[in-house]
Structures are given as C-alpha cells and as structure tokens.
T-cell receptor, first 113, second 113 residues
Framework: DAGVTQSPTHLIKTRGQQVTLRCSPK?????VSWYQQALGQGPQFIFQ???????QRGNFPDRFSGHQFPNYSSELNVNALLLGDSALYLC????????????FGPGTRLTVT | AQSVTQLGSHVSVSEGALVLLRCNYS??????LFWYVQYPNQGLQLLLK??????LVKGINGFEAEFKKSETSFHLTKPSAHMSDAAEYFC???????????FGTGTRLQVTL
C-alpha cells in the first residue's frame, strides 16, 4: 500500500521565481492538506483541498495557491518567492470522514536563494 | 484557539532509561491529540492518537501517552529508550472547524549509550 508521495525531494529557486510542488495521497484518501515547516519549527497549516476545492486556509498570503485533481492528487504553487519561503513543505492526506487522522509524505525541501 | 505547548526543546536520556516528553494543550472543546515523530530529512510519522476513547493510548514502537483532562496534558512515555528512538517529536491538536493540525515546536530526543 503506497503511502503519501511528494515530488520533487529537493528544490532550489531564486527570489521572485515561482515553484510547484506535487503530492499523491495515500490510497483510499480523498483529502489533502499542505503544511510548511521552517527550520527548527513545527509544521504550520497552509490549506486543505477536498473535492477539488480549497476548503480551509491557514494564515498564508495569496502567493500560496493550490489545486486538487480528480484523482485526488494535489499541487502547491508559490509565486514571487521570498527568502522566508525556504522550508520543508509537507503534504498530508486523510479520509474526509476521519480528517483528524492525517498521514504525511516525506516532504519537499525548498531553498530560496 | 486550540494550541499545544511542548516543554523542553531537547531531552537526553541513556539507552534503557525512561523517556518522558511533555505536552500541554489548550482547547475549549474536547481535543483530539496526536504525537508524531520525525527522523532526520523525513516526513512525520503518526505515533499515536487520542480521540476521546481510552485515556491511556498505546502507539507504535512501544510508546504510549495518557490524556489527563485535569492537567490539560498528553505526555508521551516509553519505558526503555533505544538508540533508534533518537528523533524529533511533535505534539499536535486537531481543530475540527478548521480541519487542521496545530503542532507544538517539537522536542528533540537524544539517546546516549
């Protein structure tokens, strides 16, 4: 049973550029949440997607956007990258009826220079 | 708003000694609480969860946690530490209205010979 997968593993971008991160949920899961984990911190909730729509959003600017596809996979897009966007980006999947039980992928390490 | 506080950013124990990682929560409603473990350069793995059933929760790798409402605590314990337990541990609370996990700042567990 494949768990949550994310790509790419690592990414280096320059300030002002745009980036797209990808996530495939665990089999049987229909809900995807994205978190940002800065160095030495706990993960912070960015947003959640269900039925191809953004359902909940944390305290992140509009530069952060996402998408969910019919197969439940998801993308996280970040525009106009800032140095402060450097972090580990974690994708978590869950079943809508057990949304509290979230399973995390290995993350994408984004470095902005 | 629901939150968790982890006391001690670093804990060091000898192999075979008791592991105790502290977590206190703040919640206006009965909380769902979680412990996750993060090994270097990896995502988060769910150790155990409390969802208002038994107050003593057993998880993977010999870990357990006890929900104490009177103390608003959900401390993680393991009777005998193993070298492989060295990792970062995060306590989290689920906010149903926002469909998100709110994490503590983490505790790094070091296990020495």
């Amino acid at each position: 049973d494949a768990g949550v997968t994310q790509s790419p593993t690592h990414l280096i971008k320059t300030r002002g550029q745009q980036v797209t991160l990808r996530c495939s949920p665990k089999s049987g899961h229909d809900t995807v949440s994205w978190y940002q984990q800065a160095l030495g911190q706990g993960p912070q909730f960015i947003f959640q997607y269900y039925e191809e729509e953004e359902r909940q959003r944390g305290n992140f600017p509009d530069r952060f956007s996402g998408h969910q596809f019919p197969n439940y996979s998801s993308e996280l897009n970040v525009n106009a990258l800032l140095l402060g966007d450097s972090a580990l980006y974690l994708c978590a999947s869950s079943r809508r009826d057990r949304d509290y039980e979230q399973y995390f992928g290995p993350g994408t390490r984004l470095t902005v220079t | 708003a629901q939150s968790v506080t982890q006391l001690g950013s670093h804990v060091s124990v000898s192999e075979g000694a008791l592991v105790l990682l502290r977590c206190n929560y703040s919640s206006s409603v009965p909380p769902y609480l979680f412990w996750y473990v993060q090994y270097p350069n990896q995502g988060l793995q769910l150790l155990l969860k409390y969802t208002s059933a038994a107050t003593l929760v057993k998880g993977i790798n010999g870990f357990e946690a006890e929900f104490k409402k009177s103390e608003t605590s959900f401390h993680l314990t393991k009777p005998s530490a193993h070298m492989s337990d060295a990792a970062e541990y995060f306590c989290a609370v689920y906010t149903g209205t926002a469909s998100k996990l709110t994490f503590g700042t983490g505790t790094r567990l070091q296990v020495t010979l």
